[in-house]
């Protein structure tokens, strides 16, 4: 039953990204990533070491994902701002996969849910202004 819920998720989450707007993928990287983040601190918590690493691998993939897909030109201060933030990020989940440590995880969802925060507070008539392309 589980093996057949996640493969529903999957298939869901798929069909949505195949048509989802530039604004709207951001939106479900910043929903993966925290997820991926939660999932972490669960497994660090249960002790799962190799859950661990493989979630806290997915988070720093998908901010990754987020990094490459600032504008730099177009942004200015606030992709730079972005860009250390992201930067800050990737090195506290690489200190929490090394040191166990959720603390560093806390940090990095408190971070995740303001930014997606401001994302989402985006009005839909300015959607395709933050989109991604020409970077």
Request: cysteine-free.
């Amino acid at each position: 039953m589980r093996g057949s819920l996640q493969s529903y998720r999957k298939v869901s989450l798929e069909s949505e990204i195949a048509v989802a707007s530039p604004h709207r993928l951001v939106q479900l990287m910043f929903k993966g990533a925290l997820e991926r983040v939660a999932q972490s601190r669960y497994a660090i918590e249960q002790g799962n070491i190799s859950a661990k690493g493989e979630y806290i691998g997915k988070a720093i993939g998908i901010i990754n994902g987020l990094q490459n897909s600032l504008n730099m030109k177009a942004g200015g201060n606030i992709a730079a701002n972005l860009n250390q933030l992201y930067d800050f990020m990737i090195m506290r989940l690489s200190h929490a996969n090394l040191n166990n440590d959720p603390a560093a995880l806390d940090d990095v969802s408190a971070i995740l849910r303001e930014i997606k925060e401001a994302w989402d507070a985006i009005p839909a008539e300015q959607h395709h202004l933050t989109s991604t392309e020409d970077n």
